[in-house]
């Protein structure tokens, strides 16, 4: 088996030229074609002229073509940097200039490619970096993180093995190609011989088309964002994907009623919570038991990942042993080394002791570790709020707001007041019939009184997102909550 990502892309468009590369919605490519555009597309990198190793931009519109533009850039060995098309062009332009991308490139259907200058030339580049992706932006400006090709090796060889992708195996692609999901959906599918059923961003949230497209491909492997499920849930009308044998939520929490509908609708499939960060990809793993998880607060994280070392750190910096609280550190196989530009900083750390020999990623996330040593995410140290003088974490009482039956969607903010501080203001998509006083009785019942929001808004429209598939909470503040 290669152990390479391009080197097994390779032995399989040599070896088995007629194979289906990528369906779904667009045409079907076979790995013998994407090699041949992929080469097409390689020579026109080679004459943009550029240093050896210098990074080079794609514009991630999911596409055969911009797949071939990526390949091609790998073959080249030039890191890619993978920008957002959705995203606005003064963020488009911070990111390359953090990345130092001299020409952002799109790919077009015939093959060809528009080329935009971008930043001038700078001298950090990484060497050996194979992917530049980018944070969600969820909280903020998104950052760019170089993985190294070794790091995106390592964990093409880790998730084939754990998800059984193998030769034909049909693996869905939900997730935009920016998005860090692609590393396993587009990139380990094509390393091991699968086929990448793309779904197509226009179509990605109506339910009955996802259900057809997972049907009609015999979809056997999918990892998505707790969004997604809901969606396919909704559009299954009672019917069932029996083909599927692996389901991944990751990204997001993911609602108890959403969970309740997956054993019917995925009746042959394992069910995974997996947890990972942009920067250090997968790094916890927790098989699901619907029974045993069914009940309120947020599914476990699991256990780290096989070669994944894990510290929980008390708000003094201590190191949690045992049971306890803290904030989570994590070091994987499969990290990136640091930020590019201005956003780096001390998000990437030592041992708290000094322990030397490995860095590990201050992830920000709150979590609980039980006695078994599996963790449960409880919250973010960066959301963690005063209101009246009383810490509160906003993401605890969002957590408490999906275990309604009739809340689909919830994000809570702490906005200023001239008075207390902060408050909190929640937005809740619901079902019809839910109110927000429902919802305050519903909070009470499992928060103290500090946590309860100022205001609770409902609506019947879809939360504002990002292209990750999370919820965009600046755009909640400017257009749902009061100012």
């Given amino acids: 088996m290669s152990a390479t990502l391009v080197d097994g892309f390779l032995a399989q468009a040599r070896r088995r030229p007629d194979a289906v590369a ?74 390359t200039d953090a990345a130092g991308v001299p020409v952002l490139l799109t790919a077009r259907d015939d093959d060809t490619a528009t080329a935009e200058p971008r930043a001038p030339a700078r001298d950090d580049r990484r060497d050996g970096t194979a992917f530049i992706l980018t944070t969600s932006g969820s909280t903020g400006v998104p950052k760019a993180v170089p993985l190294p090709a070794a790091a995106v090796d390592r964990f093409t060889g880790w998730a084939a093995d754990a998800f059984g992708i193998t030769e034909d195996t049909p693996v869905l692609n939900h997730a935009p190609l920016n ?19 793309l779904a197509d961003p226009g179509r990605a949230a109506r ?15 999918v990892q998505a964002v707790p969004l997604f499920y809901r969606l396919l849930a909704d559009g299954a009308a009672g019917r069932a994907l029996p083909a599927v044998r692996h389901a991944l939520t990751t990204g997001d929490a ?23 960060c942009t920067e250090t990809n997968d790094s916890f793993l927790h098989e699901i038991d619907p029974d045993r998880d069914a009940g309120p607060g947020p599914l476990p994280i699991g256990r780290p990942l ?11 910096g201590s190191v949690v042993e045992g049971e306890g609280r803290g904030e989570l550190y994590v070091s994987t196989p499969f990290q990136s080394e640091g930020y590019l530009g201005a956003s780096a900083g001390t998000a990437f750390a030592p041992h708290p002791r000094g322990l030397p020999g490995r860095r590990y990623f201050r992830s920000g996330d709150l979590v609980h570790r039980a006695a078994d040593g599996t963790c449960t995410l409880r919250g973010r140290t960066d959301f963690q709020v005063k209101v009246r003088g009383v810490r509160v974490n906003p993401q605890e009482v969002e957590a408490v707001l999906l275990t309604h039956p009739l809340v689909r969607e919830a994000a809570v903010l702490a906005l200023p007041d001239p008075l207390a501080g902060k ?13 927000g006083l429902a919802l305050r009785g519903h909070l009470a019942r499992g928060l103290p009184r500090a ?33």
């Fill in 22 to 95: 990528l369906t779904g919605d667009c045409e079907e490519v076979t790995y013998g074609t994407l090699l041949a555009r992929a080469t097409a597309q390689r020579g026109r990198v080679a004459d943009l002229g550029l240093a050896p190793g210098e990074p080079v931009g794609v514009l991630a519109v999911k596409s055969p073509a911009t797949v071939a533009l990526v390949l091609a850039c790998l073959l080249e060995r030039r890191p890619v940097l993978l920008p957002s098309p959705t995203l606005g062009q003064d963020v488009r332009a911070r990111l």
């Fill in 306 to 316: 096989p070669g994944v070392h894990a510290l929980v750190v008390a708000e003094d």
């Fill in 451 to 483: 946590a309860i929001p100022s205001t609770v808004r409902v609506t019947g429209h879809p939360l504002p997102r990002t292209s990750t598939g999370k919820v965009d909470r600046e755009r909640v503040a400017r257009t749902l909550l009061p100012g």
């Fill in 254 to 276: 993911l609602p108890s009623p959403v969970l309740a509908a997956l054993p019917p609708l995925l009746p042959a499939a394992r069910l995974h919570n997996v947890y990972g």
């Fill in 207 to 221: 339910g009955a088309h996802l259900f057809d497209l997972l049907h009609r491909h015999r979809v056997e492997v």
């Fill in 423 to 435: 408050l909190l203001h929640a937005v809740v998509r619901g079902a019809d019939g839910l109110d």
């Fill in 179 to 197: 998005f860090d999901l692609c590393l396993l959906d587009v990139w380990t599918t094509l390393a091991r011989g699968g086929r990448v059923v």
